[in-house]
């Protein structure tokens, strides 16, 4: 079996967040795809069939399989664009999240996805502790977004990840208003035994509408202040948010199972 590791939402190795991809002909087991997963140990480990119309769409973290992954889609499109089928310019994903779109636009891989809901919820003594800062709003959808008062507070975060386990959210994001960029944010997720993600596409579906409404824009360019970093450019579209980002593979192997 053949997989391949994509940087994604960056065009430099080491960068962005690594997503492996594995393009079957026939689905395995769950089992198996989740050791394999497990095995990677990164955030997320995509798997995909090709369907009459499109690709079957999977995604599984080191600990279970989630909804809806951003950059390991991403990650797919670049190796079908790439390597199965290099003059498809539209991708079709169906997934436990729906149908989802991909456009090749140029070095961009332009995500059409679902938007998360901005149900805006009380701050807390615990968020505070968690994170270490006092957001200044909270919302809540299958995400914990908090909203902290400048882009040196996010990129400061020293969160006690203990504690971050007893908040609700799949992930907890925390972004703020950016200087060279309309936002920025760091995103973890302690449920999914990931930290620290490196860059999110996912939880951008809720960061994105929130600074497109804050900032009365319909077009947003976000930048993930992890370690690693990344860029996504996001567009907001009634209740759809369009993601692009640019990939990069890192490496091809082979998995002798």
Known sequence: MKQYIV??????????????????????SDGLMQNIAKENNLSETAFAVKED??????????????????????????????????????????????????????????????????????VTDKMTQAIGARPIAAYMDRDLLLVVDSEETVRGLNPNHILMKDLEGLCV??????????????????????????VTGSTHCMIIPYWAKELNKKSITAFQASERTGVLYGELKNDRVKISGKAILFGISEILT
């Open 7 to 28: 940087d994604a939402f960056t065009d430099k190795v080491f960068k962005g967040n690594p997503a492996a991809v594995c393009i079957l002909e026939a689905w395995i």
């Open 53 to 122: 119309e499109g690709y079957h769409l999977r995604w599984f973290t080191p600990n279970g399989e989630i909804d809806f992954c951003g950059h390991a889609t991403l990650g797919t499109s670049y190796v079908i664009a790439n390597f199965m089928e290099p003059e498809c310019k539209t991708i079709q994903f169906h997934t436990m999240s729906g149908k989802m779109t991909v456009d090749v636009v140029g070095d961009l891989f332009e995500m059409d996805f679902p938007g998360y809901h901005l149900n805006e919820v009380a």
């Open 173 to 198: 994001a925390v972004t703020a208003k950016g200087k060279d960029y309309d936002c920025v944010s760091r995103v973890f997720a302690p449920d999914l035994n990931v930290l620290e993600d490196p």
